[in-house]
């Protein structure tokens, strides 16, 4: 079975500075990985995933992550961030050929301050 | 194109009712899928349905939930009777089918209940 950890329940962060979210699996076999937001009162936005390929995924809204496989990472970063970034982040994970059934992490909650 | 539809998207009920929610997904997409959001932790799968036909639901608590798609398209999930910690987030999330490089699951607003 795959695990999700994100250390961090809660990360503040000023407007404009760069923030990194931490998510870690855990897994035997080979993975994709996402990166959910969800804002107050709505439903899960995709950010970003990581299917194969390239290790360094873009997503929406100016996110990055990086897949790690030696280190079992798949952190989230944004250079400089907006007041409107202020959410809740879930990391997910589902086993290659696993038939779409995400394992999500605990979430993080980021809070942009002015 | 419309998104994942979800209602109600409050309910208030005391332990021991029946409480009915109802999902309709995006058009053409043959996967659904039920999940329960506790405050405070991630969303749980609970039931993966593809077309009309149920695929996983090995997290279901079957003493008390049942969730149906006939037809394959609209689904509706019920819990009777009601416990306190059903209190939750209910999301419903859509995709394409497994295998098709589409797996993005989309997913709805949620809808809160608060067992009493």
């Known amino acids: 079975a795959q695990s999700v950890t994100q250390l961090d329940s809660q990360v503040p962060v000023f407007e404009e500075a760069p923030v990194e979210l931490r998510c870690n699996y855990s897994s035997s076999v080979s993975v994709y990985l996402f990166w959910y937001v969800q804002y107050p009162n709505q439903g899960l936005q995709l950010l970003l995933k990581y299917l194969s390929g390239s290790t360094l995924v873009k997503g929406i809204n100016g996110f990055e992550a990086e897949f790690n496989k030696s280190q079992t990472s798949f952190h989230l970063r944004k250079p400089s961030v907006h007041i409107s970034d202020t959410a809740e982040y879930f990391c997910?994970?589902?086993?290659?050929?696993?038939?779409?059934?995400?394992?999500f992490g605990t979430g993080t909650q980021l809070k942009v301050e002015l | 194109e419309a998104g994942v539809a979800q209602s109600p998207r409050y309910k208030i009920i005391e332990k021991r009712q029946s409480v009915a929610f109802w999902c309709n997904p995006i058009?053409?997409?043959?996967?659904l899928y039920w999940y329960q959001q506790i405050l405070g932790q991630g969303p749980k799968l609970l039931i993966q349905f593809q077309n009309n036909g149920v695929v996983d639901d090995s997290q279901l608590p079957k003493d008390r939930f049942s969730a149906e798609r006939l037809k394959g398209v609209d689904s509706t999930l019920k819990i009777q009777p009601a416990k306190l910690e059903d209190s939750a987030v209910y999301l419903c999330?859509?995709?394409?089918?497994?295998?098709?490089?589409?797996?993005?699951?989309?997913f709805g607003p949620g809808t809160r209940l608060l067992v009493l």
């Open positions: 058009s053409g997409h043959a996967t």
């Open positions: 999330a859509s995709s394409q089918p497994p295998g098709q490089g589409r797996e993005t699951q989309y």
């Open positions: 997910a994970v589902d086993r290659t050929g696993g038939g779409n059934k995400l394992t």
